[in-house]
């Protein structure tokens, strides 16, 4: 009979956590494009610290379609490339790039902001010049709450109103929600709306201290787990994933191991009050699942499978971590990718400090790397939202039996 507990058994079911399909240290997932820092909005958490005005510096359309020739050049199938802001609809050329990704054989989805640009007419356009997925920001259940947090109001309905066209239309569409104060208990209503409206995928975004988010008040380490697990809860109702927290797939896999295992996952992971109230929300709202299987997180991470090109060109791990590595418009993409000391480092899980640095989770999780650098000014150092403690978890050798093998995990590196 097989041993359920065996650290050598292999699951037959899908994995807890998804590995990307490529060498990390040859290509990446996904690369992330600031078109422009150019938005109307204000928002309370902006990373760009955006401004009404397109700054000259910007990569113009020439610029623009040599970056995406770089990114062709990874080899096929290339990087989802992703345009960003700002507010792209600032660009007079957006719909010429997305076109000419489209031939490249380069899927483009493109992150506008909410704003009156946002029209059933342009998003048909995009539609038609080739884009394939629509990314969409919803920080709060209502008008009030959304509106408050961009700084504009009228923003809740336009992003509704976009929702729904962009659906019409056959694009894909993601929905982000930052996760701060202002809508922690808001959380499961903004569930309801995901789930009734349809979304491809809805992310959680947990705050990097960085441009105009620096002063918005952290979430504790007990907070953040308590999010977190609630996250993971809503994944059998909604498809569910977070951005900058990186320890969700630790979270992911202790959970796997807790469900075979049958034990209550809120005493053993220490779970507290907000995740009770979050729990207890979503069930009148009657978010009780729906899905047949969670979508599993996949492993990726600032310079490990993920990279973002700035307005002016310069390249970094992530939009959230203000390291340059170079600039698209003196090496190539893949060049700075593949050899700079910054992304190099930053793919060796060894070179993580603290607690991450002695984590079991470390070469599916890593931590987020904006926020250590936000926090501490540096990027190596331990995830400042985490508060697991390494090696406590108490089923190592079931947790051995989801983590990939210690080569395997070495090679992706």
């Not at 593949?338 to 070179?351: C, H």
Request: aromatic share 6%; with cysteine; hydrophobic share 40%.
């Amino acid at each position: 009979m097989n041993d359920p507990h065996d650290p050598t058994r292999r699951p037959a079911r899908a994995r807890a956590v998804r590995l990307q399909h490529q060498n990390v240290a040859d290509r990446p997932f996904i690369v992330i494009w600031e078109s422009t820092r150019a938005c109307p909005l204000a928002c309370r958490h902006c990373r760009a610290e955006a401004v009404p005005a397109r700054d000259p510096r910007e990569l113009d359309t020439a610029a623009a379609r040599d970056l995406l020739g770089q990114v062709a050049s990874f080899g096929a199938p290339a990087p989802l490339f992703v345009i960003t802001g700002g507010d792209p609809f600032q660009r007079p050329d957006l719909l010429e790039l997305i076109a000419h990704a489209t031939r490249t054989g380069v899927r483009v989805a493109v992150s506008p902001s909410g704003t009156p640009t946002l029209t059933a007419e342009n998003l048909r356009a995009v539609h038609e010049a080739g884009a394939v997925g629509l990314s969409l920001s919803l920080d709060g259940s209502t008008a009030e709450r959304h509106d408050g947090f961009r700084g504009v109001p009228g923003v809740y309905g336009w992003t509704l109103d976009a929702w729904r066209t962009a659906r019409e239309l056959g694009l894909k569409v993601q929905i982000n929600t930052t996760v701060a104060r202002h809508n922690l208990l808001d959380l499961p209503d903004i569930v309801r709306l995901v789930h009734e409206h349809g979304a491809t995928l809805w992310s959680a975004f947990f705050l990097v201290p960085t441009g105009r988010g620096r002063a918005l008040a952290a979430l504790s380490r007990a907070e953040t787990e308590d999010v977190l697990n609630f996250v993971y809860d809503v994944g059998l109702t909604v498809p569910a994933k977070t951005t900058e927290a990186h320890h969700f797939r630790r979270v992911a896999l202790q959970r796997r191991v807790l469900a075979d295992r049958g034990e209550d996952h809120v005493p053993a992971l220490g779970l507290g009050p907000l995740y009770r109230d979050l729990r207890a929300r979503a069930a009148e709202l009657g978010l009780d699942g729906g899905r047949r299987a969670r979508r599993p997180p996949l492993d990726v991470n600032a310079g490990r499978g993920f990279v973002f090109v700035s307005h002016t060109g310069t390249v970094h791990p992530s939009g959230f971590l203000p390291l340059g590595a170079g600039s698209v418009r003196e090496r190539p993409l893949p060049e700075i990718y593949r050899t700079s000391e910054l992304f190099t480092g930053l793919r060796d899980g060894d070179r993580l400090g603290g607690r991450c640095g002695r984590c079991e989770f470390r070469r599916v999780c890593g931590g987020s790397r904006s926020r250590a650098f936000g926090v501490t000014g540096d990027p190596y150092a331990e995830e400042p939202w985490c508060g697991y403690r390494p090696g406590s978890f108490p089923y190592q050798q079931e947790l051995a039996a989801l983590l990939p093998p210690a080569r395997d995990a070495a090679d992706r590196s």
